[in-house]
């Protein structure tokens, strides 16, 4: 077997141990529901996103002062009766613009609203790492869909777009090893998200979550590891040359394997890790000078 095909298997293997519901899944044919105009759903549900946090608060006194190895559950209600003068959510987040491409290629700004609960104290995580996180997914009816109390491994590449976008907002912990081994988080950061189907599961829909359904994920990122899949040397991050965050789509050399799982990106049959930086000076080499990177040049002379 060859290296890369040997590579491809473990890196299969290796993802299945992290299906999950806030993972990108594929429906089956059955009951599919037909597929809509990306650019008027999405249009359609910021909308109702934007009703929804006019009309609902989340449970923010419970995130004063906190504890610094705390991490208070995220609960959302509607704004009436008793609770008339809470602070509605859309006073409180934050926004930022994702570009979605539709089945045409064309672009779909989709607008993903997140709150930082706590900042953490450590290193942000970038859309390529593994992270040891908890969270909690619901839906709008305040049905919880997925929920991970206790931590777990995730590969940032593998869950869907508006979770992976949210995770470089909030920043990892401490960890404090105890006399007798075990060990604590504190200072970890904790945030939630809510964002449209388009960064979802869009037409699709995954177990109990309908197709076109926006979704809301409370997150506590408690330690990250920086990734670098297929061991070149290259970090995964910047295996994704255009820079769309998607790191399926770049494969220099046209082999079927995308750069971060392709040991030679640009089929000249020298490794990567050989050509990428041979003089260690941080940067890329580029021996002929024409702009191109030579682990990215299958003509270098």
């Known amino acids: 077997m060859s290296n890369?095909?040997?590579?491809?298997?473990?890196?299969?293997?290796?993802?299945?141990?992290?299906?999950?519901?806030?993972?990108?899944?594929?429906?089956?044919?059955?009951?599919?529901?037909?597929?809509?105009?990306?650019?008027?759903?999405?249009?359609?549900?910021?909308?109702?996103?934007?009703?929804?946090?006019?009309?609902?608060?989340?449970?923010?006194?419970?995130?004063?002062?906190?504890?610094?190895?705390?991490?208070?559950?995220?609960?959302?209600?509607?704004?009436?009766?008793?609770?008339?003068?809470?602070?509605?959510?859309?006073?409180?987040?934050?926004?930022?613009?994702?570009?979605?491409?539709?089945?045409?290629?064309?672009?779909?700004?989709?607008?993903?609203?997140?709150?930082?609960?706590?900042?953490?104290?450590?290193?942000?995580?970038?859309?390529?790492?593994?992270?040891?996180?908890?969270?909690?997914?619901?839906?709008?009816?305040?049905?919880?869909?997925?929920?991970?109390?206790?931590?777990?491994?995730?590969?940032?590449?593998?869950?869907?777009?508006?979770?992976?976008?949210?995770?470089?907002?909030?920043?990892?912990?401490?960890?404090?090893v105890n006399a007798d081994g075990t060990f604590n988080f504190l200072n970890f950061g904790i945030g939630f998200a809510i964002f449209p189907s388009g960064l979802g599961y869009f037409e699709n829909g995954s177990g109990n979550i309908s197709p076109y359904s926006p979704l809301i994920f409370q997150v506590n990122m408690f330690t990250l590891n920086r990734t670098d899949h297929d061991n070149d040397t290259v970090p995964t991050i910047l295996e994704d040359l255009d820079g769309d965050h998607n790191f399926r789509n770049d494969d220099t050399d046209g082999d079927g394997f995308p750069n971060y799982i392709d040991s030679d990106d640009d089929g000249d049959d020298i490794l990567t890790k050989d050509e990428y930086d041979v003089n260690g000076d941080g940067v890329a080499d580029d021996s002929d000078n024409d702009g191109t990177p030579d682990y990215l040049d299958n003509d270098n002379d």
């Open 4 to 176: 890369k095909k040997y590579l491809l298997t473990v890196l299969l293997s290796i993802n299945l141990a992290f299906l999950s519901s806030c993972k990108k899944d594929d429906s089956s044919d059955e009951n599919i529901t037909p597929k809509r105009d990306m650019s008027e759903q999405y249009i359609a549900e910021n909308d109702s996103i934007i009703e929804f946090m006019q009309t609902h608060f989340y449970n923010y006194s419970d995130f004063e002062n906190i504890g610094v190895n705390q991490a208070p559950e995220l609960i959302i209600d509607t704004i009436a009766g008793d609770n008339i003068n809470k602070t509605p959510i859309f006073d409180q987040v934050k926004s930022v613009d994702i570009e979605v491409k539709d089945e045409n290629d064309n672009i779909v700004v989709h607008k993903l609203y997140y709150e930082v609960l706590r900042e953490g104290s450590g290193e942000n995580p970038t859309v390529a790492d593994s992270v040891y996180i908890s969270y909690k997914g619901m839906l709008f009816d305040n049905k919880v869909f997925d929920q991970r109390k206790s931590p777990i491994w995730m590969e940032s590449i593998n869950v869907v777009r508006g979770f992976q976008e949210f995770l470089p907002k909030i920043k990892r912990g401490e960890i404090k």
